[in-house]
C-alpha cells in the first residue's frame, strides 16, 4: 500500500507542477510577464524546499524527490520571470526577503534546536502552516468568483490536479501516522472540493463578459 501511495504522490505532485509549464511557455514565447503571477512561483518554491528540508531529517525518500523536483522547476519559473520582468527591483527584492527568512529558517533548525525529534516536530509544524496558508490564500479570489457568476479565471487542470496530490499526500500521511503531512493537504482537499462546486454552478459557456481575474 505504501509503495502505491508513494507513486501517487509523486504523480499527482509532478501533475500539479506541471500545470505551471503553460506559464513558463508563454513567457518563453511572448517574451513578457504579462497577466502572470510571481508570488505563486516564489511561495511554492519556499514551501518545496522546506518540505524538502523535512524529508530529509524524516529521511523519507518520497517527500525528497517530490520536492527536489517541485524547488527546481519554480526555482526556473522565479529565474525566467526575473529575466523578462522589466521591474526587477521588487521582484528580486522578494527572492532576497524570502531567501533571508530560509536562511534564517534553516540557522535555527540546525544550530538552536539540537534534538533531532524537537527539530523534526518544529520544521513539520512549521510546513504544515506554510502549506495551509497557502490553500487558503484564493478563498477571497474565490469570493470574487461568486460575485462575477463566472469561473474564467480558474484553471480547471490545476483544480484536478491539485485535488488528486492532496488526496494522495493525506492518504500517504495517515499511512506513515504523520499528522504534518496528513493535517496540511485536508485544504487542499476542500478547497480543490469547492472549486469544482463552483465550475458545475457557473458552467464556462454560461459566463458573462468580464475582466479576467487573475488568481
Request: glycine share 6%.
Amino acid at each position: 500500500m505504501a509503495p502505491l501511495l508513494a507513486a501517487a504522490c509523486l504523480a499527482g505532485s509532478l501533475a500539479m507542477f506541471g500545470t505551471g509549464l503553460s506559464d513558463l511557455h508563454q513567457m518563453l514565447t511572448t517574451k513578457s510577464v504579462e497577466n502572470i503571477q510571481f508570488l505563486p512561483f516564489l511561495t511554492t518554491d519556499v514551501n518545496n524546499l522546506s518540505w524538502l528540508g523535512y524529508g530529509c531529517l524524516k529521511q523519507d525518500w518520497t517527500l525528497i524527490a517530490v520536492n527536489t523536483i517541485g524547488a527546481a522547476l519554480q526555482t526556473l519559473f522565479v529565474l525566467v520571470y526575473l529575466y523578462y520582468s522589466p521591474a526587477k527591483g521588487p521582484v528580486l527584492l522578494r527572492c532576497l526577503v524570502l531567501l533571508a527568512v530560509l536562511v534564517a529558517g534553516y540557522s535555527y533548525f540546525t544550530l538552536l534546536v539540537g534534538d533531532t525529534g524537537t527539530r523534526l516536530e518544529r520544521l513539520g509544524l512549521f510546513c504544515s502552516v506554510f502549506t495551509i496558508s497557502m490553500y487558503l490564500s484564493p478563498l477571497a479570489d474565490l469570493a470574487k468568483i461568486v460575485r462575477n457568476k463566472s469561473t474564467r479565471c480558474l484553471s480547471f487542470p490545476l483544480t484536478v490536479t491539485t485535488f488528486l496530490a492532496s488526496t494522495s499526500w493525506t492518504l500517504y500521511g495517515l499511512q506513515l501516522r504523520d499528522p504534518y503531512i496528513t493535517v496540511p493537504n485536508v485544504p487542499g482537499i476542500v478547497t480543490s472540493v469547492l472549486r469544482f462546486w463552483l465550475f458545475w454552478w457557473y458552467p464556462r459557456g454560461q459566463d458573462k463578459p468580464h475582466r479576467p481575474l487573475h488568481a
